[in-house]
Nanobody, 121 residues
Framework: QVQLMESGGGSVQAGGSLRLSCERSGYTQNNCMGWFRQAPGKEREGVAVIAIGDSTTYYADSVKGRFTISQDNAKITVLLQMNSLEPEDTAMYYC???????????????WGQGTQVTVSS
């Protein structure tokens, strides 16, 4: 059974940077990994996704040009580099594994426990 362990997150001022890491353990047939986020009172939304096989990436329009998703050579750890952070990026961020393109929660099969990102103005 696949498990996802997140690290990173925290508090930063607007314009700052943070990096999230997600390490996958256990066997999975899922072909995509990525990050979703959920702010209080809002639905969970896709942020960035990467295909495990060929590293094709997808980004939500709100983070394009600011966030970068990548994976290590072993394709076990997925990183989310977040630059030029804005208060609107404040949310709980969840690592996810599922079926590509995994741009919606319905295609997610495994969730991480979540890590909080808070951006102050």
């Amino acid at each position: 059974q696949v498990q996802l362990m997140e690290s990173g997150g925290g508090s930063v001022q607007a314009g700052g940077s943070l990096r999230l890491s997600c390490e996958r353990s256990g066997y999975t047939q899922n072909n995509c990994m990525g990050w979703f986020r959920q702010a209080p009172g809002k639905e969970r939304e896709g942020v960035a996704v990467i295909a495990i096989g060929d590293s094709t990436t997808y980004y939500a329009d709100s983070v394009k040009g600011r966030f970068t998703i990548s994976q290590d050579n072993a394709k076990i750890t997925v990183l989310l580099q977040m630059n030029s952070l804005e208060p609107e990026d404040t949310a709980m961020y969840y690592c996810a594994a599922g079926w590509c393109p995994m741009q919606e929660v319905g295609l997610v099969r495994t969730w991480g426990q979540g890590t909080q990102v808070t951006v102050s103005s």
